[in-house]
């Protein structure tokens, strides 16, 4: 199970960490992802990092503005998001990859997160 905390509302320029929290099962030896939902939108890719963190992809959209890292002693992945905009505002997603390496599709993550909002004021 995969539980992801840390949304919030914040202003414009602000910044959010994201946390998610999984079972052993499901993350020590995966990679590891963020998506996020807009509303009236399709899920989209985030950010993404492998098992051991050496490997990260960002959206073009959140690259310079948002970090992924991972403590694998703790099973939690963590989303640092900084200079958010109001077009960051959706529900964000954590999943846990079929395979070590990190990866943009969802396609290729199996265990999902329920979910935290996160909304941005101008």
């Known amino acids: 199970q995969l539980q992801a905390s840390g949304g919030g509302t914040v202003q414009a320029g602000g910044s959010l960490r994201l946390s998610c929290a999984a079972s052993?099962?499901?993350?020590?030896?995966?990679?590891m992802g963020w998506f996020r939902q807009a509303p009236g939108k399709e899920r989209v890719f985030v950010a993404s990092i492998s098992w051991n963190g050496g490997t990260t992809y960002f959206a073009d959209s959140v690259k310079g503005r948002f970090t992924i890292s991972r403590d694998n002693t703790k099973n939690t992945v963590y989303l640092r998001m900084t200079s958010l905009k109001p077009e960051d505002t959706a529900v964000y997603y954590c999943?846990?990859?079929?395979?070590?390496?990190?990866?943009?599709?969802?396609?290729?993550?199996?265990?999902w997160g329920q979910g935290t909002q996160v909304t941005v004021s101008s």
């Open positions: 999943a846990a990859g079929r395979f070590a390496a990190a990866s943009t599709g969802a396609g290729t993550y199996n265990y």
């Open positions: 052993r099962r499901t993350s020590s030896n995966n990679g």
